[in-house]
């Protein structure tokens, strides 16, 4: 069972962080100002979630699979979720599997595979972690604020927690992002279901990207001016906003 803490009570919702981040990365957001019960996983290899008996291929759906687990322990069975980056991913496949997933919110995340070169990406980040872990955390964080100076202080939080990760755990994620699913046609059956926050600044996917992906649900793409891969630090409020509208 993989780690868990939960605020609030009401409807559940239920978060997931990012590649290199943990479940604290949802304090910065004023989460208990929502009318329900937040619940907050640390996936495999991240914050106080160990990672084990990890398959031969890494895959999100494993991931997912673990999450699942966690919840089937808690005795959730009805619930939306938020994910953050790769935890976007890992809640896609997450309501794939599970009818009890009502929404998904993707925040600073996608829903469709990456190009080749994105692809080959993948692979030198988890040859180059295995050598040299601290010096790619210490490059990688900072770029994904659009503003770095401005948020020095959180920078230097999330390095530090990061760098607590095992090498090997960096890389297996590195490879999962690689290999993972395409929900394009899932999404398009029912757009209803799913919320996009994104941030306009955001260098990992650019928002003239996001627009084309959703040109036929505009309205459920939510920009957040101002920001960039890191909207929750760069513009809760907005982010807050867009998460309130959907509940």
Known sequence: MLYSTSIGSGPILVFIHGFLESSTMWD??????????????????????????????????????QVIATLDALDVSSFSIVGHSMGGYVALEIKRQMSGCRKVILLNSNFWTDGEQKRKDRVRVASLVLKAKNLFIQEAIPHLFHHIKKHEKTILNLVKEAKIMDAGAIAFYSLAMRNRTDFSAHIQENPRDYLFIHGVLDRLVEVEEYRIKTATFPEQLCLIDGAGHMSPWENPTAVMNCIKSVL
């Not at 004023?30 to 019960?37: E, M, R």
């Not at 907050?40 to 291929?57: K, V, W």
């Not at 999100?60 to 699979?65: D, K, L, T, Y």
């Open 28 to 65: 910065v957001l004023p989460l208990a100002t929502l009318k329900c019960q937040c619940i907050f996983i640390d996936l495999p290899g991240h914050g106080n979630s160990t990672l084990e008996n990890t398959p031969e291929e890494p895959s999100i759906c494993w991931m997912a699979n």
